[in-house]
């Protein structure tokens, strides 16, 4: 298990940008694929973006495709999360997660059952 801290959610205009950090505690982050997940209100949990454990592959859905960016420094045991030309339907609290399992290196088609270890999440507000 890691514990992780996710931090850089806010209130933001449409159009605007943010960047989310997630922060890994555990000598092991480093070795597991990590992804970012959000939840609308009333809505089920779904997967934004995924990211190998050496950062080579990443695999987005869909909605984030082209808008979306995430990365991990593994020194620094953080992923990353950049949102650029938000829209109010961006709104929602957005969670990261690790993998269960180390060193994969396929991150599409993962399942939120997949990772095992989550952080409280951050709350990002999309105004119009």
């Known amino acids: 298990q890691v514990q992780l801290v996710e931090s850089g959610g806010g209130l933001v205009q449409a159009g605007g940008s943010l960047r989310l950090s997630c922060a890994g505690f555990?000598?092991?982050?480093?070795?597991?694929?990590m992804a970012w997940f959000r939840q609308a209100p009333g809505k089920e949990r779904e997967f934004v973006a995924a990211?190998?454990?050496?950062?080579?592959?990443?695999y987005y859905a869909d909605s984030g495709k082209g808008r979306f960016t995430i990365s991990r420094d593994n020194a620094k045991n953080t992923v990353y999360m950049q949102m650029n030309s938000l829209k109010p339907e961006h709104t929602a609290v957005y969670y990261c997660a690790a993998d269960g399992i180390n060193y994969r290196t396929v991150v599409a088609g993962l399942r939120r059952f997949d990772f095992t270890s989550w952080g409280q999440g951050t709350q990002v507000t999309v105004s119009s």
């Open positions: 555990g000598r092991t982050f480093s070795s597991y694929a």
């Open positions: 990211i190998s454990w050496s950062g080579d592959n990443t």
